[in-house]
């Protein structure tokens, strides 16, 4: 692992990946994405078209009991009930995590120059995220399911996190909501067996969601360089114990009470699938990847990130 060190000026800061960019032109290239690739989902989606018979809500493949022994137990009615329900699921999580979001981003902006084009790309981000927020709780609606909101312990947890979350932790968070659930938007939009709204909403959010991925990724190389060293072993620490709430909370356990099958049972298959682990762990590659090049995953916090299962 290379070690990172402050190159000297503001304008000349390195770290195991290279040069770090300029923060205001990374920002104004942003911007200029977002001028050309944004969308309105209200208008660009068709949100009376019925619900199409004998389509999925999620590719099977993703779904949690995928190949498990009580997967091929169930009638395919069931399973795609099971999507439906787990769709909804990840769509409440995605809104309780955007919101976090919207917090995190105000607070990281407040002291910064609010002319520059970093400022300006975060409001705009945030733009994004409340139309994001707005889509997925109507694909809820229209799919017939319900919101699944995360337990009382997790919310309250984040309510700490988006309160007192340094600068690191949070772009590190940011990253942990975004990048695995891209990953799974990626293979659920060209799959002609998901409903085509599913399709449309997925596809939306991966376009916009590239911009914010880098904008914090970027963000999250420059603070592991500057910040304190109590910071970054915060940071640290405090990534790899939101790794472990996130990899619990990806799928209400109540979807499974819905569809008619034992709770226990099937949490019980859910953890010990392989399948399910190769799924999570390679949504997660690309950012744990990332995370170990930057110095994030050292020490105690990669034994938090491996027992969340995030991490091979």
């Given at each position: ?91 409440s999580l995605g809104i309780w ?54 337990s009382k312990l997790n919310h ?114 859910v953890k010990a699938s392989g ?38």
């Open positions: 692992m290379t070690t990172m060190t402050e190159a000297g000026t503001s304008h000349a800061l390195r770290d195991a990946l290279g040069l770090l960019k300029d923060r205001e032109q990374v920002a104004e290239r942003l911007l200029e994405s977002s001028a050309k690739h944004s969308f309105d989902p209200d208008k660009e989606l068709d949100w009376d078209a019925p619900v199409e018979e004998g389509k999925w809500f999620w590719p099977p493949e993703l779904v949690s009991l995928y190949d498990t022994p009580l997967w091929k137990r169930m009638s395919e009615e069931q399973r795609m009930e099971l999507a439906r329900y787990e769709a909804a699921s990840l769509a995590f955007e919101i976090i979001l919207m917090q995190l981003l105000v607070r990281h902006i407040y002291d910064k120059p609010m002319d520059s084009a970093h400022v300006r790309y975060a409001l705009t981000e945030i733009a994004d995220e409340c139309r994001h927020s707005m889509m997925f709780a109507r694909m809820i609606k229209k799919g017939g399911a319900k919101v699944y909101p995360v309250n947890l984040a309510r700490v996190l988006k309160t007192v979350s340094t600068t690191p932790g949070s772009f590190a968070c940011t990253l942990l909501g975004e990048e695995i659930l891209d990953w799974m938007q990626r293979l659920t939009f060209p799959d002609e067996r998901v409903q085509t709204l599913v399709r449309g909403v997925t596809r939306i959010h991966v376009v916009e969601e590239a911009r914010h991925v880098r904008y914090a990724r970027e963000e999250l190389r420059r603070q592991m360089v500057t910040a304190p060293r109590w910071e970054r072993e915060l940071t640290r620490i405090s990534s790899g114990q939101a790794a472990k709430v996130f990899s619990v909370a990806f799928v209400n356990p109540q979807v499974y009470t819905d569809v008619g099958l034992d709770r226990r049972e099937a949490l019980a298959q399948h399910r682990r190769e799924v999570m762990q390679s949504g997660a590659k690309r950012l744990t990847d990332f995370l170990d090049d930057i110095g994030v995953l050292q020490g105690p916090g990669r034994r938090l990130w491996k027992s969340s299962g995030l991490l091979a």
